[in-house]
């Protein structure tokens, strides 16, 4: 059950507006390739009814994703498993507040909003957020449905909190969370799912000759009680 996360870094930050989006669209399909193992023409990818992208007849699933100067992708081999993958720049000055106050659960808040400085929660709010999407990708669904996506912070916790996922599942999933920066520079976040499999840790591959050091921050196991999910590595 081959688990793989692809990631490319643009050389050249100085890329902006639609010229950035396409050249990240290309290292996507790029990245998708080599991990397919043969060139992928735009015939072979259909989407579901939820407009989730996949190959059909193939028994692989991939999810693709791309911000900052960064394009990630994500793939699972096997059967009926699922995957969905978020990569998140790390934004200063984006009004967070406000942001998590329209979509975040109130132990997402706490748990952002209680470490006493701007940077941990900026840090804190894009884990969230990487890990937020990642859901949405999963499930096919879009930003308009954040508000609704289940809570990733345990409640009842201290200030610290806990990484948890609030909401039952009837097949395994698990999600992968890792923190991509050097000593200075840009931050990432990153966020990976699988679906329908015992958790196994992907595999992550850099396809540039750029590259950020990469840091797991937490494996979160979903449970058929979601107050049973664990956090090992927080």
């Known amino acids: 059950m081959p688990f793989y996360i692809g990631l490319s870094l643009l050389s050249n930050n100085e890329l902006k507006g639609r010229v950035k989006q396409s050249l990240l669209s290309a290292e996507a399909r790029r990245i998708?390739?080599?991990l397919e193992g043969k060139p992928i023409n735009d015939n072979e990818i259909a989407k579901d009814e939820r407009g989730r992208p996949f190959f059909p007849g193939n028994n692989g699933d991939f999810s693709i994703s791309h911000s900052g100067a960064m394009?990630?992708?994500?793939m699972v081999k096997g059967g009926t498993l699922h995957t969905g993958c978020d990569i998140q720049i790390v934004r200063p000055g984006l009004s967070i507040r406000e942001i998590a106050g329209e979509f975040f659960t109130y132990t997402e808040k706490q748990y952002i909003f209680s470490s006493g400085g701007r940077q941990l929660e900026e840090n804190r709010f894009f884990e969230i957020w990487a890990l937020k999407e990642c859901y949405i990708k999963l499930r096919g669904l879009s930003v308009f449905d954040m508000?609704?996506?289940?809570?990733?912070?345990?409640?009842?916790?201290s200030d610290h909190g806990s990484f948890a996922f609030g909401e039952a599942v009837s097949s395994p999933?698990?999600?992968?969370?890792?923190?991509?920066?050097?000593?200075?520079?840009?931050?990432?976040?990153?966020a990976a799912a699988l679906e329908g499999g015992?958790?196994?840790?992907?595999?992550?591959?850099?396809?540039?000759?750029?590259?950020l050091p990469c840091r797991s921050i937490a494996v979160i196991?979903?449970?058929?009680?979601?107050?049973?999910?664990?956090?090992?590595?927080m």
């Open 198 to 211: 015992e958790f196994i840790q992907p595999e992550i591959r850099w396809l540039s000759q750029s590259f």
């Open 173 to 190: 999933l698990s999600f992968c969370l890792y923190k991509l920066a050097g000593d200075t520079g840009p931050r990432y976040f990153l």
């Open 221 to 233: 196991k979903a449970t058929l009680r979601p107050d049973r999910t664990v956090s090992p590595n």
């Open 147 to 157: 508000a609704c996506t289940p809570s990733f912070i345990r409640a009842g916790l």
């Open 32 to 34: 998708l390739s080599f």
């Open 71 to 74: 394009a990630a992708v994500s």
